[in-house]
């Protein structure tokens, strides 16, 4: 009786904690759905080594494309130009990978591995990921 009523207990708890994890996953899913895939964005603040690059971006809008909840198309848009790139995110969606044409300038410094220092809403701010580069990234939706 007691070899029942332990594998029920255990089982029981890895049920539960299984549905922890699948309820988290889908919050940050939704939020990252509803918050950040399809949205227009525009770089309200970058800053690198030599300071404040801003200006680099005015007139640029990013939206991130859905394959699905993981990575997609990024589209960069300019008045009539549009280029395309890619990006991805980890599972847990503290991580957002940017990879766009290094053939345009200003695309260099956004092109990299980012973490997410605030989800916020209109604005999302990113620092490197992985390194102390005093790098920061504020995108905000349009």
Request: hydrophobic residues 35%; glycine residues 6%; charged residues 20%.
């Amino acid at each position: 009786m007691i070899k029942y009523i332990s594998l029920f207990l255990l089982g029981s708890f890895l049920f539960c904690t299984s549905c922890k994890k699948s309820i988290k996953q889908s919050v940050l899913e939704k939020y990252f759905n509803d918050n950040v895939i399809g949205k227009n964005c525009s770089v309200t603040l970058a800053k690198d080594s030599t300071g404040d690059i801003t200006s680099e971006y005015t007139g640029y809008t990013f939206v991130l494309l859905k394959t699905d909840y993981y990575h997609g198309p990024l589209k960069a848009t300019k008045g009539s130009n549009t280029y395309m790139g890619t990006w991805s995110s980890n599972d847990d969606y503290s991580k957002l990978v940017i990879a766009l044409p290094d053939s345009i300038p200003e695309f260099k410094f956004l092109s990299r591995n980012w973490r997410f220092t605030k989800k916020g809403n209109p604005t999302m701010e990113l620092a490197p990921w992985g390194t102390n580069e005093p790098f920061v990234l504020h995108m905000t939706k349009q």
